[in-house]
């Protein structure tokens, strides 16, 4: 339960909030319900606590009464590290977020940093920077100077690009993704940034790439400008997202996706020449292969000739 692992901070309250979830997996999920609205009458504030009211509303089918618990868990923590107010979007199917909160990311990536490989690479078959590498090959973009892996959790993106590049850099939201990451020993510089919202500085890198990060920023507008200001002039960025339908798409995983369109479009607006977008499987999830965009693009001004194999995938 989220209040066991986020106490309200009064003991009685959370010994209410124990006892309704001794009903919950009891299957009495309205004595649940009733026994943690009394608990919250005791701890107003008690975010963790309205957040789990909504999982009990949703459990039992009353979306309206889920969201506005959700609500209340995003004004008692306006950091909203759970993700209240991406599970309240997707209960009122009209998602507002255009973004996942960063506190609540990082939160995520904190706790799944140990096992992340294991599970990510080892039971759901994900291969997002085998895709991004031979995607890069196909553009004919063998080598970099400078090379920058944005949102590079454990480092698995800068394995494959350690041999590729000369200088190779690192962020991340998490501090135990960045621990892991550097157990590597494969990054000249990590840092812990939030991606999300990153100002220009005067570094310029001829190669950025994102392996898997865009699904968690929803509307793309901010980081890709910021990519076409830091990279040099024959620079270029690779990017693996989920392939949606919608030009922006929150979904039930409280992951996004992006349609082909809007991304394409997005990076025209921005001045990027698209290499190649192409689509592909980025990994499986509950059974099912995740539809994936795999995108290599060329700094604002740059013109390539096209080389490869990959010429029937490339939109110019």
Do not use: N
């Amino acid at each position: 339960m989220a209040g066991t692992a986020f106490p309200s901070g009064d003991p009685h309250a959370d010994r209410r909030a124990s006892y309704a979830e001794g009903l919950a997996d009891a299957g009495d999920i309205p004595a649940a319900i009733e026994v943690l609205c009394g608990a919250l009458e005791l701890a107003p504030g008690w975010a963790a606590g309205w957040f789990r009211l909504g999982e009990l509303h949703e459990t039992a089918g009353d979306t309206d009464a889920a969201a506005r618990a959700w609500d209340r868990a995003v004004a008692a923590d306006p950091a909203d590290v759970l993700g209240a107010g991406l599970k309240r979007d997707l209960a009122r199917k009209v998602p507002v977020a255009e973004a996942m909160p960063p506190a609540f990311v990082e939160l995520l990536f904190d706790q799944y940093a140990a096992g992340f490989e294991r599970a990510l690479v080892g039971k759901l078959g994900y291969r997002g920077p085998q895709i991004l590498t031979a995607d890069l090959d196909r553009a004919g973009l063998h080598r970099a100077a400078r090379a920058l892996d944005l949102g590079c959790g454990t480092g698995l993106m800068g394995q494959a690009l350690r041999p590729r590049c000369d200088w190779l850099g690192g962020y991340d939201i998490s501090d135990r993704m960045l621990a892991e990451a550097r157990r590597k020993g494969v990054y000249d510089l990590l840092e812990k940034r939030d991606i999300s919202g990153l100002a220009l500085s005067p570094a310029r890198y001829d190669l950025i790439v994102a392996a898997d990060v865009f699904i968690y920023l929803g509307a793309l507008e901010r980081i890709i400008a910021w990519c076409a200001g830091s990279l040099e002039p024959s620079g270029a960025l690779a990017f693996t997202l989920e392939l949606g339908s919608q030009p922006v798409e929150l979904r039930e995983s409280r992951r996004f996706a992006h349609s082909r369109d809007y991304v394409s479009g997005l990076l025209a607006d921005a001045g990027f020449t698209a290499l190649s977008l192409t689509e592909c499987v980025l990994r499986a999830d509950r059974g099912a292969e995740v539809a994936g965009l795999s995108v290599v693009a060329g700094a604002p001004g740059t013109r390539r000739d096209r080389q490869g194999d990959g010429a029937a995938e490339v939109c110019a």
